[in-house]
């Protein structure tokens, strides 16, 4: 059994800055990328940043420059650094894996619960 956990979310003024987390935990033989989406109301899931195990990253050019994906492989933790955020970037978060499990041996897709994450003006 694997789990994701996010933690961080929050309400913060435009410009601020938050942190997120996330804990993969559970029967894990091996993490390739770690991923986190944003959902807004009335809106499609995104892919906001994506990272391999080699540490090579990709942004939406929405939060290019502002926003920074990074993991923790002896941890199984990934992170996201937000910046300069924006009303625009209120969404419930999401953390998402590609991990196979030492079960299985086979790679699954995994979803955290996701995180609120609102942004006033």
């Known amino acids: 059994q694997v789990q994701l956990v996010e933690s961080g979310g929050g309400l913060v003024q435009a410009g601020g800055s938050l942190s997120l987390s996330c804990a993969a935990s559970?029967?894990?033989?091996?993490?390739?990328?770690m991923a986190w989406y944003r959902q807004a109301p009335g809106k499609q899931r995104e892919r906001v940043a994506i990272i391999g195990n080699d540490g090579s990253t990709d942004y939406a050019d929405s939060v290019k420059g502002r926003f920074t994906i990074s993991r923790d492989n002896a941890k199984n933790m990934a992170y996201l650094q937000m910046n300069s955020l924006k009303p625009e970037d209120t969404a419930v978060y999401y953390c998402?894996?590609?991990?196979?499990?030492?079960?299985?041996?086979?790679?699954?897709?995994?979803w955290g619960q996701g995180t609120q994450v609102t942004v006033s003006s």
């Open positions: 559970g029967s894990i033989y091996s993490i390739a990328v």
């Open positions: 998402n894996g590609a991990i196979m499990d030492t079960g299985t041996f086979t790679r699954r897709t995994y």
